[in-house]
């Protein structure tokens, strides 16, 4: 009775998965079953766990809020009281922060094959693209909590010089921290962007440092490249977003040469990168 009962069931659920007519068993979910892909939002919060859970993105983060600190604490005691602007110390914490965000999105990407994650990524998430869009996603919100962190530790020197009685201490805010907030996260994407190329850390920081400066000093030797080094020249084309008086602000020409050279320098590697990481055999 007992063995009637169970094959009836095996038919049953047979007849059900196969309801098709090919013969091809394709097992249905049952009820209850949640088979949903993980969200695009859950996604980038792995993300960024990812990155504050791994010893080394932790102390990069920690390193990038000393350095900010570190940079305001010299500006009030060397500088003198009439430069100790908001729009000053915001620029200034731009500079290191420039150098150490673009690392964070190098190991953002580089760590899941150095520690042997990807295996698991992509057998839990087999669309590719999906997890590197989480990781430009992850690489925004990072850029974004490293300016509210600059502009913090600005708005903190700016209130301890206003307590030596300086007037005009605040006139630029907005534009600077806007200025800010799209260098940051340009400098993030690019980090992501070459981390996907090389998929080796060592090797995507080396470039993504040494790159760009042998690109401004061609620029700079060579008078047939200065034009295109006004246009290519990431240290040029991103200074106006950060440097006062006029952080910020910038016209028509200086966004499209910034458009120019984040396509090059951001755009260019990241699709390359993509196309790479997608045909990659992860073993």
């Given at each position: 009775?007992?063995?009637?009962?169970?094959?009836?069931?095996?038919?049953a659920i047979t007849?059900?998965?196969?309801?098709?007519?090919?013969?091809?068993?394709?097992?249905?979910?049952?009820?209850?079953?949640?088979?949903?892909?993980?969200?695009?939002?859950?996604?980038?919060?792995?993300?960024?766990?990812?990155?504050?859970?791994?010893?080394?993105?932790?102390?990069?983060?920690?390193?990038?809020?000393?350095?900010?600190?570190?940079?305001?604490?010299?500006?009030?005691?060397?500088?003198?009281?009439?430069?100790?602007?908001?729009?000053?110390?915001?620029?200034?914490?731009?500079?290191?922060?420039?150098?150490?965000?673009?690392?964070?999105?190098?190991?953002?990407?580089?760590?899941?094959?150095?520690?042997?994650?990807?295996?698991?990524?992509?057998?839990?998430?087999?669309?590719?693209?999906?997890?590197?869009?989480?990781?430009?996603?992850?690489?925004?919100?990072?850029?974004?909590?490293?300016?509210?962190?600059?502009?913090?530790?600005?708005?903190?020197?700016?209130?301890?010089?206003?307590?030596?009685?300086?007037?005009?201490?605040?006139?630029?805010?907005?534009?600077?921290?806007?200025?800010?907030?799209?260098?940051?996260?340009?400098?993030?994407?690019?980090?992501?962007?070459?981390?996907?190329l090389f998929q080796?850390?060592?090797?995507?920081?080396?470039?993504?440092?040494?790159?760009?400066?042998?690109?401004?000093?061609?620029?700079?030797?060579?008078?047939?490249?200065?034009?295109?080094?006004?246009?290519?020249?990431?240290?040029?084309?991103?200074?106006?977003?950060?440097?006062?008086?006029?952080?910020?602000?910038?016209?028509?020409?200086?966004?499209?040469?910034?458009?120019?050279?984040?396509?090059?320098?951001?755009?260019?590697?990241?699709?390359?990168?993509?196309?790479?990481?997608?045909?990659?055999?992860?073993?």
């Open positions: 009775m007992t063995t009637d009962s169970t094959s009836t069931r095996t038919a007849a059900r998965d196969t309801a098709d007519g090919s013969g091809t068993y394709r097992p249905t979910a049952e009820a209850g079953a949640d088979l949903s892909r993980p969200s695009l939002l859950r996604l980038t919060g792995v993300e960024l766990r990812k990155l504050a859970d791994t010893r080394a993105g932790y102390w990069l983060l920690i390193t990038i809020g000393l350095v900010s600190v570190a940079i305001v604490t010299v500006m009030l005691v060397f500088t003198p009281d009439a430069d100790q602007q908001f729009a000053n110390f915001l620029a200034l914490a731009q500079f290191p922060v420039g150098i150490l965000l673009p690392i964070l999105g190098i190991m953002l990407v580089t760590s899941e094959f150095s520690q042997r994650t990807a295996l698991t990524t992509f057998a839990l998430v087999p669309q590719r693209h999906r997890v590197v869009t989480a990781k430009l996603a992850a690489g925004v919100v990072a850029g974004l909590i490293s300016a509210l962190v600059t502009l913090g530790t600005a708005a903190a020197g700016t209130l301890i010089a206003s307590l030596s009685g300086a007037d005009d201490l605040w006139s630029a805010v907005l534009m600077p921290l806007l200025g800010a907030a799209v260098f940051q996260v340009v400098s993030v994407l690019m980090g992501i962007a070459f981390g996907l080796n850390t060592p090797v995507a920081i080396v470039l993504s440092l040494v790159l760009p400066i042998a690109w401004s000093i061609l620029g700079e030797m060579i008078s047939g490249l200065r034009t295109a080094a006004t246009w290519l020249d990431t240290g040029l084309t991103t200074a106006p977003l950060i440097e006062p008086p006029d952080a910020g602000e910038l016209g028509a020409g200086q966004w499209a040469r910034l458009g120019v050279s984040v396509a090059a320098w951001v755009l260019v590697p990241l699709v390359a990168g993509l196309v790479r990481t997608i045909r990659r055999e992860v073993s």
